[in-house]
């Protein structure tokens, strides 16, 4: 059990285009979701906090408006990098709370890899 | 503020050696201690977590830990590395405060030599 998807695994997108990244819980509900984006050989960096039926909580220096994330159903959450550049290439990886609420665990998606061109 | 401290970006060893892996953490209340590991081009992988209770907590692929609350470390440890061992291999922390929130270690990429 508690089982987080990705897609797409890997995106291609010409500079200025915007993608959209999805994360589901398949087997659990999750109410909280994390974004993180991963440098090449480095760690993970956590983005924002996406809360089900509220707005997003986004750490100091990540744009909102460029990084929208949308958090619509209890087992759905969206990233959509709007207006890509190159700079935005990485990896981004979302993840949520176990179902077990006491167990302090997270999730993780097994990420997604946008190359902007 | 916590933070979380992996002195070691490389570790290489040799195939069927003990290694050690060292994490180091700052908070002033109680933790939860998490190792995930990372293969080539994958997501996150949860190895093991202290909680609470023993300190010595067993993972998976034959992986344990042990927390160190005077020392406030979690060192991860194997007796014998496998080739198929080969990944990074990240320390995380999270308190009753954070809401879940890790705060992650810069990670240790282990290196296995045949």
């Known amino acids: 059990g508690a089982v987080v998807s990705q897609h797409p695994s890997w995106v291609i997108c010409k500079s200025g285009t915007s993608v959209k990244i999805e994360c589901r819980s398949l087997?659990?509900?999750?109410?909280?979701m994390f974004w993180y984006r991963q440098f090449p050989k480095q760690s993970l960096m956590l983005m924002a906090t996406?809360?089900?039926?509220?707005?997003?909580?986004?750490e100091q220096g990540v744009e909102k408006d460029k990084f929208l994330i949308n958090h619509a159903s209890l087992t759905l959450s969206t990233l959509t990098v709007t207006s890509a550049h190159p700079e935005d290439s990485s990896f981004y990886i979302c993840?949520?709370?176990?179902?077990?609420?006491?167990?302090?665990?997270?999730?993780f998606g097994p990420g997604t890899r946008l190359t902007v061109t | 503020a916590q933070s979380v401290t992996q002195l070691d970006s490389q570790v290489p060893v040799f195939e069927e050696a003990p290694v050690e892996l060292r994490c180091n953490y700052s908070s002033s209340v109680s933790v939860y201690l998490f190792w995930y590991v990372q293969y080539p081009n994958q997501g996150l992988q949860l190895l093991l977590k202290y909680l609470s209770g023993s300190t010595l907590v067993k993972g998976i692929n034959g992986f344990e830990a042990e927390f160190n609350k005077s020392q406030t470390s979690f060192h991860l440890r194997k007796p014998s590395v496998h080739i198929s061992d080969t990944a990074e291999y990240f320390c995380a922390v999270s308190d009753m405060d954070s809401n879940y929130q890790l705060i992650w270690g810069a990670g240790t990429k282990l290196i296995i030599k045949p």
């Open positions: 087997d659990f509900q999750a109410t909280t």
């Open positions: 993840s949520a709370p176990g179902p077990i609420f006491s167990s302090y665990e997270q999730y």
């Open positions: 996406s809360n089900e039926g509220s707005k997003a909580t986004y």
